[in-house]
């Protein structure tokens, strides 16, 4: 099982740099490979076998070239990231309390 390689996170890094981070990534393995992002926004490039497949954006093969590839990662990354509703923004946190915001009753 091999580690999934970590592209960016959506919100913390531009879109268009993620992509060029996981088709770096893609141009150096033979295999087909699947960008997913999680419901977090973590953006990552993992074999399919292994992939959520809720979390797939798309499978990519390096034969398609390397320009080609990015704009189709880039694209297709913007595409899923707008219609799942990730804004990379910080979710609240719930249930957890200093032990100085608790008062006394």
Not at 8 to 18: D, K, L, V
Not at 58 to 73: C, M, P, T
Not at 74 to 96: H, M, Q, S, W, Y
Request: charged content about 30%; glycine content about 8%.
């Amino acid at each position: 099982m091999a580690q999934p390689y970590s592209a960016g996170r959506i919100g913390q890094r531009p879109n268009n740099e993620i992509a060029e981070r996981a088709v770096d990534h893609i141009m150096g393995v033979t295999k087909p490979q699947a960008v997913c992002l999680d419901p977090e926004g973590r953006v990552t490039v993992e074999p399919v076998r292994e992939a959520v497949e809720e979390d797939i954006v798309g499978v990519y093969d390096r034969s398609l070239g390397l320009i080609a590839l990015y704009r189709e990662v880039r694209d297709n990354l913007t595409f899923c990231a707008e219609e799942r509703g990730i804004t990379g923004e910080a979710k609240p946190r719930r249930g957890v309390w200093a032990a100085s915001d608790r008062r006394a009753a």
